[in-house]
């Protein structure tokens, strides 16, 4: 199998998303083939690295905000409600 | 309802509650999903104040359309739709989306808006730049790679996941992943050389 065909079984090995029998094709391609064998390389140090990405946080107050603007929203009907809980909310956060 | 009881639901059941007027059941909602929307719309955005925005107009568009969620679905997969939705549509409004969303997009494109970010020799990248790096080069694919890559390997989804997400064709999403990869592949060459 030539490279260019080989190259969504590269690809999808990443993502462990390969049948024993396209893996066993892989392999075999790749025992002999540098270029494959340094592509996959590559590209699996750059999914490491984008899976490294640290979490970010969003800000504390993010839910009484979101429930504000709810509130504000809701003027008519539930507003009792969203009031009530707003305070209950609030009341948790620090 | 005290938020102790919301770790025995599941979220649909939780939606369920909220359809039933059960408010603060939307709290334990947003409590779930906070973190996942807003670091989507950071990844996808690169910017913590739209970031917030988007994950803030997200839940505000779930409470409204709640009553539409059929609770036989998944509402994680309905959820970070309605936000990845938000985070296109803000991308496609943005002054410097040098790329059309529907068009393709050719290596070579992607390798002129790379070309003037700097590349940094190796000795020199320090941790904390070659994450900036990195960022960077996922927020120069086109706004619809982007999102499954950042699906893909930063919330660790399924090909599966991404296409009830997506609500595309598993092949397409494997297209847009395997063509986002290789893009970055080429454009951090450099840092894994």
Redesign the interface.
């Known amino acids: 199998m030539r490279c260019n065909q080989i190259?969504?079984l590269r690809?999808?090995y990443?993502?462990d998303?390969l049948s024993p029998d396209e893996e066993r094709q892989l392999e075999r391609h790749l025992r002999g083939c540098v270029f494959c064998r340094k592509?996959l390389?590559?590209?699996a140090?750059?999914?490491n690295?984008?899976?490294?990405?640290?979490?970010?946080?969003?800000?504390a107050d993010?839910?009484r905000?979101?429930?504000e603007?709810?509130g504000r929203?809701e003027a008519t009907g539930?507003d009792n409600?969203?009031a009530e809980?707003l305070r209950?909310?609030t009341r948790?956060e620090p | 309802m005290s938020?102790n009881l919301w770790l025995n639901l599941t979220d649909e059941e939780l939606a369920a509650q909220v359809q039933r007027?059960d408010?603060?059941a939307f709290?334990g909602l947003?409590?779930r999903y906070?973190?996942r929307l807003?670091?989507l719309g950071?990844?996808m955005l690169r910017n913590?104040s739209d970031?917030?925005e988007i994950?803030?107009e997200a839940?505000?568009h779930v409470?409204r359309a709640i009553q539409s969620f059929q609770t036989d679905q998944r509402f994680s997969a309905w959820c970070y739709r309605i936000a990845s939705n938000l985070c296109i549509d803000r991308l496609r409004r943005r002054p410097d989306t040098r790329v059309s969303l529907d068009e393709p997009v050719t290596s070579s494109d992607l390798y002129f808006q790379l070309a003037d970010t700097n590349p940094l020799p190796d000795a020199q990248v320090e941790a904390g730049e070659?994450?900036e790096e990195?960022?960077r080069a996922?927020g120069a694919l086109p706004p619809k790679y982007r999102l499954v890559?950042v699906f893909?390997?930063?919330d660790?989804l399924s090909?599966e996941e991404i296409a009830q997400i997506t609500e595309l064709p598993m092949g397409t999403v494997?297209t847009r992943?395997?063509r986002a990869?290789?893009i970055?592949?080429r454009s951090?060459?450099h840092?894994?050389r």
């Open positions: 190259h969504r690809q999808a990443l993502d998303a592509r390389v590559d590209m140090r750059v999914i690295r984008i899976s490294d990405a640290k979490p970010v946080a969003p800000s993010f839910t905000r979101l429930l603007k709810l929203d539930r409600h969203l809980l209950e909310i948790r | 938020s007027g408010l603060t709290t947003v409590e906070k973190d807003y670091n950071y990844r913590p970031a917030e994950a803030q839940f505000l409470f070659l994450r990195i960022q996922i890559v893909r390997h930063v660790d090909y494997k992943l395997f990869r290789e970055l592949r951090l060459e840092i894994t």
